[in-house]
């Protein structure tokens, strides 16, 4: 029995979006890839360049109803010249009776607590690490994965319905050819 047309059309694209899924998968790779290189340069330009010091808390201030955390400190910047200012304090808070949140206690000045600081002694947040670069890599490549198969199952759905409306079409005049003829014989 011969093939009709839209069978060999929708053959056809079948292996194309097949290969272009398979393509996909290896460009998802190259790209998550020099995602994770550019999080390790990255994270390794910021290890160099923040480094963790004490600061001696002045004065513990926190927002009413705010997660964040803020205290006036003074630390010693890279001249060993004291640098007074504002520093954000350990978001976390501890869980109360049954998963509540509990405020912590402030800070009381004089207590010391590790911080961020950049080569001008600026307060920074801790300096990139290989696991986060490896996890943002996962994503890129995660996300371009699952953005292009959104789009291949679009367009294969696509030449579906295309297909199944010439099929539907093609059934319809051989129907009107034949339905006919085959009408009367039943009769």
Do not use: K
């Not at 300096?127 to 294969?156: D, E, N, S, Y």
Request: hydrophobic share 45%; proline share 7%; no cysteine.
């Amino acid at each position: 029995m011969p093939r009709r047309v839209s069978d060999r059309v929708e053959d056809l694209a079948a292996w194309v979006f097949i290969a272009a899924a398979l393509l996909l998968v290896v460009v998802a790779g190259g790209v998550g890839g020099g995602v994770h290189r550019d999080g390790l340069a990255r994270a390794a330009t910021e290890s160099v360049q923040r480094h963790r010091v004490p600061a001696e808390v002045l004065a513990d201030q926190r927002a009413a109803g705010s997660r964040m955390r803020s205290a006036t400190a003074r630390w010693a910047g890279p001249d060993g010249v004291p640098i007074t200012g504002r520093i954000t304090l350990d978001p976390a808070l501890p869980a109360g009776r049954a998963g509540a949140l509990v405020r912590p206690p402030l800070v009381e000045p004089g207590r010391h607590v590790p911080i961020w600081v950049d080569g001008e002694g600026r307060p920074t947040r801790p300096p990139a690490t290989a696991a986060q670069a490896a996890q943002a890599g996962v994503i890129a490549a995660v996300a371009l994965v699952l953005a292009g198969l959104t789009v291949l199952g679009g367009g294969w759905l696509g030449v579906r319905a295309l297909v199944a409306r010439s099929n539907d079409r093609h059934w319809e005049r051989e129907w009107a050819r034949v339905g006919p003829r085959w009408s009367r014989r039943v009769h």
